[in-house]
């Protein structure tokens, strides 16, 4: 396989920009990105000459001489990207513009007496999955991981919440077994990456990512950049106290976030999950129903405090379970609630709320976008 050269700074702003934008004329690029003419026709030759990027003349205008607008070929790289639950990998191949050309997916081995998912084994899982996917593509340039916990170096599972890895390298026996560039990295922090190119990034700098799932996750974004990894995991924010007076998490906090979220507390509680929930609300149960307005209620003080602490106006929510959640009103009312401003002010900002319910092949596309990213050396 041949190994794609990284992109200059230059070259990755112009193709950046045409993945996320869409096509522009050389004088609107130079514009938006503050380069010279000279320097825009410079990087729009070596990208056209690297099959980046094609250009072709606007269709005739009324006024002037038609103009130059270039384009991103979508197919100059193709990615696999991996989410890899307690059991499964799921797998996709996504082109330049994160497009998923094929998936697949396998069984990841039994976890052994310690009960981890044995590492060697699933390597090979992966790297099987990756030539079995780079046969759906002309060429296959990088691979993207993404797994739950945290994750060191953009290679390194410190902690693999479901598949109880600690401190394993997962990037080195993988690049080595397939000769590709790979990049692994936590779940919710591959969708914000997505979010960034293809998603709440066009029209925010800044902005969160709240999953609700198998466990409470949380992503950054600040000023384009994303924060490959958080201090504490989320667990900050997880745990903050919704209701004093409330159910009690795992960890034995009174009516914190999670202990109205986590899947493992409300079953505790509920002796249900949120699917079941859900078929028991529509049937009319009360009860489910007023479990699932205070979990409702939990994410909504969330989305306001992460809001406020991150100082912006767009949070994502994402996941498996949160369809049924944002089926509540009482999210929105919550919002709303912790907006409403005193009897001598104005309300000061409204707070820009997109929901992107997930499938196990969406995360995989989160892993394959943050691999196009780091094929073409983005930071
Ligand atoms: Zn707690």
């Not at 130079?30 to 000279?38: E, H, K, P, Q, V």
Request: glycine share 10%; hydrophobic share 50%.
């Amino acid at each position: 396989m041949v190994i794609q050269r990284v992109l200059s700074a230059g070259e990755l702003a112009v193709t950046r920009h045409l993945l996320v934008h869409g096509p522009a004329t050389r004088q609107d690029l130079g514009d938006r990105l503050n380069l010279s003419y000279a320097s825009t026709s410079r990087l729009a030759r070596a990208l056209v000459d690297g099959g980046m990027a094609s250009e072709a003349l606007e269709p005739e205008t009324a006024v002037g001489r038609p103009r130059q607008v270039l384009a991103a070929v979508p197919s100059a790289r193709h990615v696999a990207g991996f989410k890899l639950t307690a059991d499964t990998v799921h797998g996709v191949v996504c082109d330049m513009f994160g497009d998923v050309r094929a998936t697949a997916r396998a069984a990841l081995p039994a976890p052994d007496a310690t009960g981890a998912v044995p590492v060697a084994g699933a390597v090979k899982v992966l790297a099987q999955l990756t030539a079995r996917l780079a046969r759906r593509v002309p060429t296959l340039d990088g691979i993207g991981v993404a797994v739950g916990g945290v994750v060191a170096g953009r290679a390194v599972v410190r902690e693999g919440t479901f598949l109880g890895w600690r401190e394993v390298d997962l990037a080195a026996p993988l690049a080595k077994r397939t000769g590709l560039p790979v990049i692994v990295t936590n779940d919710v922090t591959a969708l914000a990456r997505e979010q960034l190119w293809f998603g709440a990034g066009r029209a925010h700098a800044t902005f969160g990512v709240i999953t609700v799932g198998a466990g409470l996750g949380f992503g950054v974004v600040r000023e384009g950049v994303v924060v490959d990894q958080l201090i504490d995991n989320g667990h900050l924010l997880a745990h903050a106290p919704v209701d004093t007076r409330g159910p009690r998490c795992t960890l034995g906090h009174a009516g914190c976030a999670a202990a109205y979220l986590n899947r493992e507390d409300l079953s505790r509680r509920a002796a249900t999950d949120f699917a079941e929930l859900d078929r028991a609300r529509s049937a009319g149960d009360q009860a489910a129903a007023e479990l699932l307005d205070d979990a409702a209620r939990a994410l909504g003080h969330l989305v306001a405090t992460f809001a406020g602490a991150l100082q912006t106006t767009c949070i994502v929510l994402a996941g498996e379970d949160v369809a049924v959640l944002t089926a509540s009103p009482a999210l929105n009312e919550t919002i709303a609630d912790r907006l409403r401003p005193g009897a001598f002010e104005v309300q000061r900002c409204a707070l820009d709320v997109v929901t992107t319910p997930l499938t196990f092949t969406d995360w995989a596309r989160g892993a394959a976008v943050a691999g196009v990213q780091n094929v073409l050396g983005e930071a």
